[in-house]
């Protein structure tokens, strides 16, 4: 049985960090695309950021760039987000996801699509006060 567990989330003030962890149990992330995605009160789920191990490659929504950093730590099967410059509209609940694929990022359109995703986590809650 494949489970993805998120941890890491709590409360941040504006301007803080955290860094939330995705750990996998049931399949092996080095062969997986995995995401970061987050979902706002009353808003969609959008996609943060991924990475995959086929190039090292990662990819980043526009509104996280330069202030979060996926990475991994595959000998732990463990995917972070750690985030900086924390701002209030930041907070969401936040899902690790995953599909299995060795392409390289550069070669996928689009590669935050949720419908790629086979594998999610049931999410961390990070709250960020003003």
């Known amino acids: 049985e494949v489970q993805v567990v998120e941890s890491g989330g709590g409360l941040a003030q504006a301007g803080g960090s955290l860094r939330l962890s995705c750990v996998a149990s049931?399949?092996?992330?080095?062969?997986?695309?995995v995401g970061w995605f987050r979902q706002a009160p009353g808003k969609e789920r959008e996609g943060v950021a991924c990475?995959?191990?086929?190039?090292?490659?990662?990819y980043y929504t526009d509104s996280v760039k330069g202030r979060f950093s996926i990475s991994s730590d595959y000998a732990k099967n463990t995917v972070y987000l750690q985030m900086n410059s924390l701002r209030p509209d930041d907070t969401a609940v936040y899902y690790c996801a995953a599909y299995e694929s060795l392409d390289a990022i550069r070669a996928i359109r689009n590669p935050l699509a949720q419908w790629r995703f086979d594998y999610w986590g049931q999410g961390t809650q990070v709250t960020v006060s003003s």
């Open positions: 049931g399949l092996i992330f080095g062969d997986y695309v």
């Open positions: 990475i995959t191990r086929s190039d090292g490659s990662t």
